[in-house]
Nanobody, 124 residues
Framework: QVHLVESGGGSVQAGGSLKLSCRSF????????MGWFRQPPGKAREWVST???????VYGDSVKGRFTISEDKAKNTLYLEMNNLKTEDTAVYYC??????????????????WGQGIQVTVSS
């Protein structure tokens, strides 16, 4: 059974940095894309970044230039390094993985799995 475990959240002052980790269990790591969403307090969940199975990387406009997504395949772990944090980055951050089979992945039929979420709080 696929599951994702996040770590590395916490509280930091504006301008500071944090690095989130997402360890995956039970599937072929990043076989069909992985990434991060976040949900600010009182708002809808929003996409942050994706690292595809081919190594392509995309970021949301609000984090571009400040956040860096990366992976360590040997450790089955996805990372999100967050620099120059702003108060508006305060949110619960969720790691996700598309655990679709190779056929479904090629057909564009996702099977998303989510982490439990981890709090990031940025104070002014």
């Amino acid at each position: 059974q696929v599951h994702l475990v996040e770590s590395g959240g916490g509280s930091v002052q504006a301008g500071g940095s944090l690095k989130l980790s997402c360890r995956s269990f039970g599937y072929a790591f990043n076989s069909c894309g992985m990434g991060w969403f976040r949900q600010p307090p009182g708002k809808a969940r929003e996409w942050v970044s994706t690292l595809t199975e081919y190594g392509a990387i995309v970021y949301g406009d609000s984090v571009k230039g400040r956040f860096t997504i990366s992976e360590d395949k040997a450790k089955n772990t996805l990372y999100l390094e967050m620099n120059n944090l702003k108060t508006e980055d305060t949110a619960v951050y969720y790691c996700y993985a598309d655990a679709a089979s190779p056929k479904d992945c090629a057909d564009g039929s996702p099977d998303f799995v989510w982490g439990q979420g981890i709090q990031v709080t940025v104070s002014s």
